[in-house]
């Protein structure tokens, strides 16, 4: 079995956390945490989480419960991978010896193929038969597409017989989703016999990030008082601004109220530790992904003048769907960089079962400290690993070799409890 935290090996700049030292300190007491939570709440089959690191705090700003990417992790790492799929396979579905991959919608996306060919291998890696299966109504036959990589994807129409779903004659006893159910709960998958991961009511037909975001402060503020340190230093204050209409300008008023609100916040622990930086906020569309409905505000005015492209870009998200709910969260500047220009980058860390199996950073070169990276323009830049490590060297500064990378994958852990509570 795996154990703790790959020892990361990527070279990089970016401000040392008083927080970092404080987790080393207590690393016995922070597993022993992990390891009672995790028997009364197992974790989800996977997950990725969005981390940003100011030097002053360091937090979680998403989490993906079907996480794409598969394609950007070190190959170096691909071995923990593929231990944690065997794990969390046998937690699901101990008699499981095949898998079925359901696809996002967006086959064209070659990164997303590339991603999901990936994840494919890993079980195939793992021991187990695996396929994709596709819910396009357009794909009625096997489609082959040949990758950049040179690597080929396999898309298969998926069909349903009585409680069973399955692509040609290939009947799993487990089946994956790969898509976010942003566009509903298809009615194939719906009732099915067998074991569906993550479940259905976690797409985001389903799923709030505001509910989750309620998950990890409890989470946050849990940790915190067994390790002694301040919650607002790994949490994101957030609310919720329900009923906006950003075309029609409805709920604006609530909206800028709750903006206000929380710069006041900000401003009081800004003030509190000394911190000279701007305070800001995203507004995010309270469900979705892609980076898509995410705007930075610095001045409550800012809200009320929204100019007609700014309030149709918030008002879609993915597969059309309208913005009606907002999430109003904690902007967390990101003082990581990466590269010879220094290009501003952000943390992303990927867990199966509850154990942490690579990550990268994603970087654009054009966006700025307290904007979303997540746009078109970002590229990844893989975390190299050398060998997986349950001790983190204590004797070496916090930003030495496996330490730095110790304190994402302690946080990226917190919301992945969150992620795990918010699903049961």
């Known amino acids: 079995m795996m154990t703790g935290v790959p020892h990361l090996t990527t070279a990089k700049n970016g401000p040392i956390l008083k927080l970092e030292a404080h987790l080393l300190a207590n690393q016995a007491q922070v597993e022993a945490w992990f390891r009672e939570q995790w028997l009364l709440t197992p974790a989800p089959f996977y997950t990725s989480v969005d981390l940003r690191n100011s030097g002053f705090k360091l937090a979680p700003v998403d989490t993906n419960l079907f996480p794409a990417g598969f394609n950007n992790l070190n190959k ?43 994840l494919r291998q890993i079980f195939e890696q793992a021991g187990f038969e695996a396929r994709i299966g596709s819910l396009r109504d357009d794909i009625t036959e096997l489609m082959d597409i040949e990758l950049p990589s040179g690597k080929h994807c396999q898309l298969e129409p998926l069909k349903r017989e009585g409680d069973r779903v399955m692509v040609g004659d290939f009947s799993p006893c487990l089946v994956l989703l790969n898509n976010d159910l942003s566009g509903g709960r298809p009615t194939i998958l719906e009732g099915l016999e067998q074991h569906v991961l993550p479940p259905l009511s976690a797409g985001w037909s389903d799923r709030k990030k505001s509910d989750h975001f309620s998950h990890y402060h409890t989470v946050a503020t849990e940790f915190s008082e067994k390790i002694d340190i301040d919650p607002w230093l790994i949490s994101p204050l957030s609310l919720q601004c329900g009923e906006v209409n950003f075309m029609d300008r409805d709920g604006g008023e609530c909206l800028a109220v709750n903006v206000e609100n929380m710069l006041s916040t900000i401003s009081k622990k800004y003030a509190e530790y000394g911190i000279d930086k701007e305070p800001f906020v995203v507004v995010k569309a309270d469900s979705g992904t892609y980076g898509m409905g995410i705007m930075t505000v610095k001045n409550v005015e800012e809200i009320s003048s929204l100019n007609r492209k700014q309030r149709t870009k918030m008002s ?41 199996v690579g990550g990268f950073y994603r970087v654009h070169t054009g966006r700025g400290v307290d904007e979303n990276l997540n746009a078109p323009g970002m590229h990844f830049e893989p975390l190299a690993f050398a060998e997986p490590c349950n001790t983190p060297d204590k004797e070496g500064t916090p930003d030495a070799e496996p330490n730095r990378f110790y304190a994402y994958g302690v946080i990226a852990r917190l919301a992945l409890l969150a992620a795990a509570r918010e699903v049961a």
């Open 76 to 118: 170096a790492f691909m071995p923990l991978c593929i231990q944690a799929a065997q794990a969390a396979v046998e937690r699901a579905c101990p008699t499981a010896r095949s898998v079925l991959i359901i696809a996002e919608n967006h086959t064209r996306n070659l990164f997303y193929l590339e991603s999901i060919e990936t």
């Open 316 to 356: 879609s998200a993915k597969e059309g769907l309208v913005v009606d709910n907002v999430l109003v969260q904690e902007g967390v500047y990101t003082f990581e960089t990466i590269g010879e220009d220094s290009a501003v980058a952000e943390p992303v860390v990927y867990m199966m079962d509850h154990f942490v």
